[in-house]
């Protein structure tokens, strides 16, 4: 009996540090919005090494009524989503930034009860450079410092 649950106790340790917190996955030009690549785990190398071979500049303007191409990153212990995608032409784009993270608000039209929602901020970013350097921050969970960086350098939309 003890020797089972301390087999189930070692299956889940290792199973938390085998896996990190971070997951990401692909959307292509022209998916359907819930429709996308599950990839697996992330890390910051991973994640530039899938950004910068990504085909932003051949799939940019080509969503056919579906998402733009996009990259997105999931942290499941501080559960803050930030993804990147791109609009324009291929002679003219920019990447759009997202950050999905939780903030209290209060509930009718602010005179009610602080409630926990999921917030969406989407921000305007014309240099790849920028978009590296804004993921550095989110895989170290510099979380504040992401947003001040955001907001300082990108354009709120």
Do not use: H
């Not at 990401?24 to 819930?34: E, K, L, S, T």
């Not at 992330?42 to 998402?67: L, M």
């Amino acid at each position: 009996m003890n020797r089972a649950i301390f087999t189930i106790i070692g299956i889940i340790l290792a199973t938390n540090t085998m896996a990190g917190p971070f997951t990401y996955d692909i959307q292509q030009a022209g998916y359907d919005f819930d429709q996308y690549d599950l990839k697996g785990e992330a890390t910051y190398e991973i994640f530039i090494d899938e950004f910068q071979k990504f085909p932003w500049v051949e799939q940019v303007g080509k969503n056919t009524g579906g998402s733009e191409p996009t990259i997105s990153v999931k942290n499941k212990e501080s559960k803050i989503d930030y993804w990147v995608s791109v609009i324009g032409k291929p002679n003219e784009y920019a990447y759009l930034v997202g950050i999905v993270q939780p903030k209290m608000v209060k509930s009718m039209f602010g005179l009610g009860k602080e409630k926990e929602v999921r917030w969406v901020s989407i921000y305007v970013a014309e240099r790849q450079q920028t978009v590296e350097d804004t993921f550095k921050l989110y895989f170290a969970g510099k979380i504040p410092e992401l947003n001040q960086e955001l907001s300082r350098s990108c354009f709120i939309t």
